[in-house]
C-alpha cells in the first residue's frame, strides 16, 4: 500500500543539501524573517517582530506553492532606541549590515537570485535600503528585495480608528500577534503608552512632525512603558485583517516577480 507523499519541505533549515540544490530551481525565491529582540511594552514578549514575520512568510511561502524556500531568520535587529528596557539585545546597522551581505552572499554563490527580507522590526529598515543599494555593486544580477509587515497594510491600520499617537506594541502590533501568537500575549498586562502628540515632550513632538526633518529618539522618552498607542482596543480580528492583507500583497508582488 502507497502511503501519503511527504511534502516536500518549504523551510531552508529542514532540507538536505540535496534538496537545497534542487531548490535553486525548483523555488527560485528565498524569503529571509528579520526581526528584533527588544522590549514590547508590559504585555508582549521580546521576539515579537520576529514572530510576526516568520508568520507571514509562512504564509506567503505556502500561497506560492514550492516557489519559494525560507531561509534562515535574522533573530536581532538594530535597537539601539530600546535600550532602557530590559532584554533589548541590538546590532549595530554595522553588523547587521554585514550579516545580511553574507547570507545574500551565501545564497548566491548556490544559485539563487531573488531575496526577499520580510522586517517586523522598523528599526532595520534603514540597514536594509543600504545593504540594496550595495547589493547593485557587489552582485548586479542579485534581485534584492525588502519589505516591513505592518507598513504593508497602511489601510487597514487607518480604519482601525487608532490613536493619533500609534505604532510600537500598540494597536496594530498587538492585534496581530493576538492572531498569530494569542498564547503570547498577557490581556490583563495591556496598559497604553502615548496616545496624543500633545502629551509628548518638546524632542518627542518634534520626532513625530511630519514634513520634517527625521530625528531619533529614545522609547523611554517617547513612552514610559515602551508603549505608542492603546494596545487595549486591538483585537485577534483586526490582526488576521492586518496579516490577511500583507500576505496577500507580498504573495501577488513575488508571483509578478517571478515572471518579470
Known amino acids: 500500500m502507497t502511503g501519503t507523499p511527504t511534502p516536500r519541505p518549504v523551510l531552508l533549515a529542514e532540507m538536505t543539501t540535496e ?28 521576539a515579537t517582530d520576529l514572530i510576526r514575520a516568520e508568520r507571514v ?15 534562515p531568520s535574522l533573530p536581532v535587529g538594530v535597537s539601539p532606541h530600546h535600550l532602557a ?52 555593486t557587489t552582485h548586479p544580477d542579485l534581485e534584492f528585495a525588502w519589505t516591513p509587515v505592518t507598513a504593508l497594510a497602511a489601510d487597514v491600520v487607518s480604519g482601525m480608528g487608532v490613536s493619533e499617537v500609534h505604532g510600537h506594541s500598540g ?32 524632542l518627542s513632538r518634534l520626532s513625530h512632525r511630519a514634513g520634517h526633518p527625521t530625528l531619533a529618539v529614545r522609547y523611554d522618552r517617547l513612552s514610559p512603558n515602551g508603549v505608542l498607542g492603546d494596545p487595549r482596543r486591538a483585537t485577534a ?24
Open 19 to 46: 534538496e537545497a540544490a534542487a531548490a535553486v530551481t525548483a523555488s527560485p525565491v528565498v524569503i529571509l524573517p528579520a526581526g528584533a529582540f527588544e522590549q514590547h511594552g508590559p504585555a508582549m514578549p521580546l
Open 57 to 71: 512568510a509562512d504564509l506567503v511561502a505556502a500561497e506560492l506553492a514550492g516557489r519559494a524556500v525560507i531561509g
Open 85 to 136: 528596557f530590559t532584554g533589548t539585545i541590538t546590532l549595530t546597522t554595522t553588523t547587521l549590515a554585514a550579516v545580511l551581505r553574507d547570507y545574500a552572499d551565501s545564497l548566491y554563490r548556490h544559485g539563487w537570485r531573488k531575496i526577499l527580507v520580510v522586517t517586523g522590526h522598523g528599526g532595520n529598515n534603514a540597514t536594509l535600503t543600504t545593504v540594496a543599494q550595495d547589493l547593485l
Open 171 to 202: 494597536e496594530a502590533e498587538t492585534a496581530q500577534m493576538l492572531h498569530v501568537a494569542p498564547h503570547l500575549v498577557h490581556p490583563d498586562r495591556l496598559t497604553p503608552g502615548a496616545t496624543a502628540t500633545a502629551a509628548l515632550d518638546p
Open 237 to 260: 480580528e483586526d490582526g488576521q485583517a492586518i496579516v490577511d492583507a500583507v500576505v496577500k500583497r507580498l504573495s501577488s508582488f513575488v508571483k509578478e516577480w517571478l515572471e518579470a
